[in-house]
């Protein structure tokens, strides 16, 4: 049974609920559900603790980011096997991508904030300078996706910043956050710095409504993110949204073929496609279209299934396959659900699926799905392929793959996404500003832009007397 973490212990309250091994579908564990007073009580605890968390100098609030980074490397294998149990994500995936990144998160936030300067004017006899002051109380709500990962890319700036924080994970993927709560005790993390709270979108939605909440940051879908922005408009809360994605991949005839049809089996199938930055819409030359599209849906019957991480997620991602036929798409591969015949039958997998003959005026074609599918469709023109990219209500990623320099420049600065990748997928450095436009999000988080939303400035300003002639 996994409780709640609040004040540094933890907090066996509320009724339990299920959780299930999306591999198998089996029940793998029990988990208290957070009530208002849990709720009431997390936030609490951490309004308790910030003050003298906010007045610690910054370069000790470093030195907990890099203890915390040490905790998660001496439970790295507690995570690994929390991460696959709750998401069914392959072992290799965990070891390389998830846990390390937490691990990084920390250890680069720590030295971007102790290395970060202060601004200063000087003109005509008056001295102004900026310090920055936390927000104080931080609600981070984390998806079921990259649980850890996200967790602690919130995590790690907010706490550096001098906020406390309370973590409300999904309801889907508790294992890490849990684990990671015995890392702050075994840390010594002064109590009340990070509260851990579970339960489903009404325990989430009690945390951001909270008066003493003073900020929220969420990374889901748009729609959640909408109710989320509307229920804090009354108070002002600073939010930083990373939303829903329907995001390009545009492929122009002068690629290197064979480096395009892999990067773009990694953009579109990595983790069953539930990722915020997985291509969903595949723009390809005309003069390259057939010889892509052949060579992509073989590849996709190689790629190993990846559970979805819910019987109901699995049912939403088969819907869009039936939807993508009821409207005249073209099945090149995939489209069902795989059939293993083991234990892997009762889980929530669906097939790597590649379609194409799709209006871009199609469901299909406007709507997030998050799974292992991707519509491909020919362009002629590179006017054209930026139209395409851009006639989306969605603007988080896009992908670009060409030899030509000029070209590679042209395009990525007119495309409509907050990142952009040019032959390649998914390489981030942790300094670059993350997060997208329109339906994708508000705000962005990464290297200093984190800092700068999980704190806010004051300016101070002194008039210099001149001395006596």
């Known amino acids: 049974m996994l409780t709640h973490f609040i004040g540094g212990q933890p907090v066996a309250a509320g009724k339990a609920f299920p959780v299930h091994d999306p591999a198998t579908g089996a029940v793998i564990r029990q988990v208290h559900e957070a009530d208002p007073e849990v709720v009431d009580r997390a936030v609490r605890a951490a309004r308790e603790a910030a003050r003298d968390w906010a007045a610690m100098p910054v370069g000790e609030r470093a030195g907990w980011m890099r203890r915390l980074a040490e905790g998660i490397e001496a439970r790295f294998d507690d995570l690994v096997a929390a991460e696959i149990a709750d998401t069914g994500k392959p072992l290799d995936q965990t070891r390389t991508l998830d846990i390390p990144r937490g691990i990084a998160n920390f250890r680069a936030f720590a030295e971007i904030a102790a290395q970060r300067p202060e601004d200063a004017f000087h003109l005509s006899g008056i001295l102004s300078y900026t310090i920055r002051k936390p927000l104080g109380v931080v609600a981070v709500v984390v998806p079921w996706n990259l649980p850890f990962l996200l967790m602690t890319w919130k995590l790690a700036p907010a706490l550096v910043s001098g906020n406390t924080v309370v973590v409300k994970p999904s309801e889907q993927t508790p294992g890490s956050a849990a684990v990671f709560a015995e890392i702050c005790q075994e840390t010594g993390l002064p109590p009340g710095v990070v509260n851990i709270i579970f339960g489903y979108g009404s325990a989430g939605q009690l945390l951001v409504e909270h008066p003493g909440v003073d900020a929220v940051t969420f990374t889901g879908s748009t729609g959640t993110g909408t109710a989320i922005m509307k229920s804090v408009a009354d108070r002002v809360k600073p939010i930083s949204f990373e939303l829903g994605g329907k995001n390009a ?7 290197d073929l064979d480096k395009a049809v892999e990067g773009t089996v990694r953009s579109v199938f990595t983790n069953g496609g539930q990722v915020c930055l997985c291509t969903e819409r595949m723009y390809v030359h005309r003069s390259i279209f057939e010889d892509f599209c052949v060579r992509l849906a073989v590849r996709a019957q190689e790629v190993e299934p990846q559970p979805m991480i819910s019987a109901e997620h699995r049912e939403k991602v088969l819907s869009y396959y039936a939807l993508a036929r009821s ?22 997998f669906v097939e790597p699926t590649v379609v194409t003959g799709l209006s871009e005026w199609s469901r299909f074609n406007r709507e997030e ?57 998914y390489l981030r450095d942790l300094r670059t500003p993350f997060g997208g436009v329109k339906l994708s999000g508000i705000g962005r988080e990464g290297g ?3 800092l700068d939303f999980y704190s806010e400035p004051t300016t101070i300003t002194i008039k210099l007397e001149q001395p006596d002639a």
């Open 327 to 348: 409207e005249g798409a073209k099945v090149l591969a995939g489209g069902s659900v795989p059939v293993f015949g083991d234990h892997r039958d009762s889980g929530y």
């Open 448 to 450: 200093t832009r984190s």
């Open 369 to 425: 799905i998050f799974g292992p599918v991707c519509h491909v469709a020919p362009f002629d023109s590179e006017a054209e392929a930026v139209d395409l990219a851009n006639g989306s209500e969605y603007g988080l990623a896009a992908t670009l793959w060409t030899t030509n320099l000029d070209r590679a420049h042209r395009v990525a600065q007119r495309l409509e996404a907050g990142l952009v990748w040019v032959n390649t997928w």
């Open 249 to 255: 991949g545009l492929v122009f005839e002068d690629c």
